[in-house]
């Protein structure tokens, strides 16, 4: 499909920007509405605890009043000896009948806001959720993903970091099962066969001098890996446990192809192949470069499969945890602000923001978002839509 401007020149985004729109004002009214709720369940646990805390003091405050006026009494009183005995027992009840108050109220008041706390992790799933299903559509720029995969006794469990413009970052699980080439433990053939290392130094039977000891890893497990951008580690291991013969490979394509080889024979600590000079000519870099584009290839094919959002950080900050929601949705309507001048520029009417839809016949649909819808969601929360609506200028 491709987009165009309501003007019929070319849109930049190639996406239906205006459904991304109208889904970032439902999200915003509903994730707002949310943190809202917690914003104010946060405020009624702090007057609790105040609550508590107060009525606690005074509590202390009464009893201490009491046993100073017992006292004073038993001090001035002719039958000291005969009082107090009687004095000793009021002080005692008094001190009981007290503690068991204040252990009352304490727990009545632990209990609320143990509820309250209850309620605030429902909100705050709640806002996850919300704010899950608006950024597994990538709605801003994505700057770079960083890909952590690890072998579990199934598959692979695999998460992707999401880094997009205006400081954002997503974290995602993948679930690796559902992309047909990762269902399943992989091995080195998986991405190109016949790939040899040289593991050490060895002295054949018969021989006198030393000479590499080429392994082939056709047959090794794929068990770790790591990709940021241009650059990636992966782990190749004999066999499926922890102290297994391993080879790390650090691959490096930002500029010139670099590249360094770690080995650990079973339960040894890697040591770096490439140190040892003598193995240094015995080396294919350009298959493990070709191995490093295959894996790296695989690896991108595991983005559609992301699904369930662990966290959002916003300038290193947990967005959920720190309940800066509303910061969030304006640094993306701030992002969104230059795409709607763009689109109102190339807009036939002044009140509908417009694109068309081209499908691969030619045929051309008009897709269509008014002003009014836009500002009549936002009104559900208030300032902060108006706000939202300031930075998206949709005036």
Same mark, same amino acid.
């Given at each position: 499909?491709?987009?165009?401007?309501?003007? #019929?020149?070319?849109?930049?985004?190639?996406? /239906?920007?205006?459904?991304?729109? /109208?889904?970032?004002?439902?999200?915003?009214?509903?994730?707002?509405?949310?943190? +809202?709720?917690?914003? &104010?369940?946060?405020?009624?646990?702090?007057?609790?605890?105040?609550?508590?805390?107060?009525?606690?003091?005074?509590?202390?405050?009464?009893?201490? #009043?009491?046993?100073?006026?017992?006292?004073?009494?038993?001090?001035?009183?002719?039958?000291?000896?005969?009082?107090?005995?009687?004095?000793?027992?009021?002080?005692?009840?008094? +001190?009981?009948?007290?503690?068991?108050?204040?252990?009352?109220?304490?727990?009545?008041?632990?209990?609320?806001?143990?509820?309250?706390?209850?309620?605030?992790?429902?909100?705050?799933?709640?806002?996850?959720? #919300?704010?899950?299903?608006?950024?597994?559509? /990538?709605?801003?720029?994505?700057? +770079?993903?960083?890909?952590?995969?690890?072998? #579990?006794?199934?598959?692979?469990?695999?998460?992707?970091?999401?880094?997009?413009?205006?400081?954002?970052?997503?974290?995602?699980?993948?679930?690796?099962?559902?992309?047909?080439?990762?269902?399943?433990?992989?091995?080195?053939?998986?991405?190109?066969?016949?790939?040899?290392?040289?593991?050490?130094?060895?002295?054949?039977?018969?021989?006198?001098?030393?000479?590499?000891?080429?392994? @082939?890893?056709?047959?090794?497990?794929?068990?770790?890996?790591?990709?940021?951008?241009?650059?990636?580690?992966?782990?190749?291991?004999?066999?499926?446990?922890?102290?297994?013969? @391993?080879?790390?490979?650090?691959?490096?394509?930002?500029?010139?192809?670099?590249?360094?080889?770690?080995?650990?024979? &079973?339960?040894?600590?890697?040591?770096?192949?490439?140190?040892?000079?003598?193995?240094?000519?015995?080396?294919?870099?350009?298959?493990?470069?070709?191995?490093?584009?295959?894996?790296?290839?695989?690896?991108?094919?595991?983005? !559609?499969?992301?699904?369930?959002?662990?966290?959002?950080?916003?300038?290193?900050?947990?967005?959920?945890?720190?309940?800066?929601?509303?910061?969030?949705?304006?640094?993306?309507?701030?992002?969104?602000?230059?795409?709607? =001048?763009?689109?109102?520029?190339?807009? !036939?009417?002044?009140?509908?923001?417009?694109?068309? =839809?081209?499908?691969?016949?030619?045929? @051309?649909?008009?897709?269509?978002?008014?002003?009014?819808?836009?500002? /009549?969601?936002?009104?559900?929360?208030?300032?902060?839509?108006?706000?939202?609506?300031?930075?998206?200028?949709?005036?």
């Amino acid at each position: 499909m491709k987009y165009l401007f309501g003007d #019929t020149t070319d849109f930049p985004l190639q996406r /239906d920007f205006l459904k991304l729109l /109208d889904n970032f004002t439902d999200t915003s009214v509903k994730a707002i509405t949310l943190e +809202n709720t917690v914003l &104010e369940l946060k405020e009624t646990i702090i007057d609790r605890r105040r609550l508590k805390n107060s009525a606690v003091d005074e509590m202390d405050t009464f009893l201490l #009043t009491v046993e100073n006026a017992i006292s004073d009494a038993v001090g001035t009183s002719k039958e000291q000896e005969i009082i107090i005995q009687y004095a000793d027992k009021s002080k005692e009840f008094l +001190n009981k009948f007290i503690e068991d108050g204040k252990n009352k109220i304490s727990d009545e008041i632990l209990q609320e806001i143990a509820q309250l706390e209850k309620k605030i992790e429902e909100a705050n799933e709640g806002d996850r959720k #919300t704010l899950e299903s608006f950024f597994i559509q /990538d709605p801003v720029h994505i700057i +770079n993903k960083k890909y952590a995969i690890k072998a #579990t006794l199934e598959g692979y469990s695999a998460k992707v970091q999401v880094i997009c413009e205006g400081n954002i970052t997503c974290v995602f699980e993948i679930v690796s099962s559902e992309i047909p080439f990762w269902d399943g433990h992989l091995k080195a053939f998986d991405f190109v066969r016949g790939v040899e290392i040289p593991a050490r130094m060895k002295k054949p039977f018969l021989k006198k001098e030393e000479v590499p000891d080429i392994v @082939r890893i056709d047959d090794y497990f794929l068990t770790d890996l790591f990709l940021s951008g241009k650059e990636l580690e992966v782990v190749f291991k004999k066999k499926l446990d922890t102290a297994a013969e @391993r080879f790390r490979l650090k691959l490096n394509f930002t500029d010139e192809f670099e590249v360094e080889v770690f080995h650990a024979e &079973e339960n040894k600590v890697e040591k770096n192949i490439l140190a040892v000079p003598e193995l240094k000519p015995a080396f294919n870099i350009m298959g493990l470069r070709e191995l490093g584009e295959k894996i790296q290839e695989r690896t991108d094919t595991l983005y !559609p499969g992301k699904k369930r959002l662990n966290y959002i950080h916003l300038d290193v900050k947990d967005v959920i945890e720190e309940n800066i929601v509303f910061e969030l949705m304006q640094k993306v309507a701030e992002l969104f602000a230059p795409i709607i =001048a763009d689109i109102k520029e190339h807009s !036939p009417f002044g009140e509908e923001l417009s694109l068309k =839809a081209e499908d691969e016949t030619g045929n @051309r649909s008009e897709i269509y978002l008014k002003k009014s819808q836009v500002i /009549d969601k936002l009104d559900a929360i208030i300032d902060k839509g108006n706000k939202l609506l300031e930075i998206l200028r949709m005036g």
